[in-house]
C-alpha cells in the first residue's frame, strides 16, 4: 500500500497486537494504521468482524484483504493460488537435491494459508503424506484449544462453510493457543475438503510441545520459528523418530520467530 500511495488500515485484536509488539511496529512504520479490537477475545475473530464491517460500510472505496485461506469465495481460491509457489518450489528443490519426493510434509493450520501453498503442489503424488498440524493450546478441552478438526462441526463463519468450534447451541466457542495466529474458531475449507476425502491429516500440537520444538530448533540449528510454526516443528519431532533413516518428512517453516521472542520467554523463562 505504502508503494502506491494507498491508505492502509489494518484491524488487530488488542491481545494479538501484545503478543505481536513486533510486528505492529513494523506495519506503523510501513505507513499502516492499525486498530485495536477490544470486543471479546480481542483476537483473530472479532479482528476480523472489525475489517468485515468496515469494508461493507465503505464498500465503495475499500478494498477487503484477507491473509489467510479463509473467507468467502474467491479468498480462500486467492491465497493458494499466491501461496503455491511454496509447494512448487519445494517440489523442485526436492528433485534436484534428493531425486525424489518427502513421504510427509507437514505444516501448522490455523486458516491454513502456508499448508494449502505448500501441500497443493504435491495433490497428485498419493504416496506424500501430507498433515497439517493445529493448535492443541493447553490440551482438547472446550475453550482451551484451536484443533478444528477435534471436536468441531459443521458451520458457516465469516462468508465460509467450515469445521468451527462451537457449542451446543451452535455459538461460536473461546479459543486458546500460545499462538496468535492459530488461535481461531475456523478453517480453511479447501483443508476441510482434503481431510474429507482422505487425502490430508490433520494432528495438532499442544502450547508446551510447540514451546519446546520454538527452543529445540533453535538450539540445534540456530532458526527461531514462529510460534505459529513451531507446531509443525512438534510434529516432525514426534514422527521423525518413527521414520526408516532414508525417508525424509518436509517441514515448511512458514514464518521466523523475531515477533514471538517476547511471548515465548513469557513462557520458556518463567520461574
Not at 492499525?34 to 472479532?46: F, H, I, R, Y
Not at 484449544?145 to 462441526?153: E, V, Y
Not at 458451520?155 to 455459538?171: E, R, T
Amino acid at each position: 500500500a505504502a508503494r502506491y500511495g494507498m491508505e492502509c488500515i489494518i484491524y488487530m485484536g488488542e491481545e494479538d497486537m501484545r503478543r505481536q509488539a513486533l510486528n505492529v511496529t513494523r506495519m506503523r512504520l510501513l505507513g499502516a494504521k492499525v486498530v485495536g479490537v477490544t470486543a471479546g477475545q480481542k483476537t483473530l475473530k472479532e479482528a476480523v468482524n472489525e475489517a468485515m464491517r468496515d469494508w461493507v460500510t465503505n464498500v465503495r472505496t475499500t478494498h477487503y484483504v484477507l491473509g489467510t485461506a479463509y473467507g468467502a469465495h474467491p479468498y480462500p481460491y486467492m491465497v493458494r493460488e499466491f501461496h503455491k509457489v511454496i509447494g512448487e518450489e519445494a517440489r523442485a528443490q526436492m528433485m534436484e537435491r534428493e531425486e525424489g519426493l518427502p513421504d510427509v510434509i507437514c505444516a501448522c493450520v490455523g486458516g491454513g494459508s502456508n499448508a494449502i501453498g505448500i501441500f497443493y503442489a504435491f495433490l497428485n503424488d498419493e504416496n506424500v503424506r501430507l498433515v497439517g498440524v493445529e493448535a492443541g493450546g493447553e490440551g482438547i478441552k472446550p475453550g482451551k484449544h484451536a484443533a478444528r478438526f477435534q471436536g468441531g462441526k459443521l458451520g458457516v463463519l465469516q462468508g465460509s462453510k467450515s469445521f468451527l468450534l462451537q457449542n451446543a447451541d451452535g455459538q461460536i466457542e473461546s479459543t486458546h493457543s500460545v499462538s496468535a495466529g492459530l488461535d481461531y474458531a475456523a478453517v480453511g475449507p479447501e483443508h476441510c475438503h482434503l481431510r474429507e476425502i482422505g487425502r490430508a491429516e490433520y494432528t495438532y500440537a499442544t502450547d508446551d510441545e510447540a514451546l519446546d520444538a520454538f527452543s529445540t530448533l533453535g538450539k540445534i540449528e540456530g532458526i527461531l520459528p514462529a510460534l505459529e510454526t513451531a507446531h509443525g516443528v512438534a510434529f516432525a519431532m514426534k514422527e521423525a523418530p518413527t521414520m526408516k533413516k532414508d525417508q525424509i518428512i518436509l517441514v515448511n517453516l512458514s514464518g521466523r520467530g523475531d515477533k514471538d521472542v517476547n511471548e515465548a520467554a513469557r513462557f520458556l523463562l518463567k520461574g
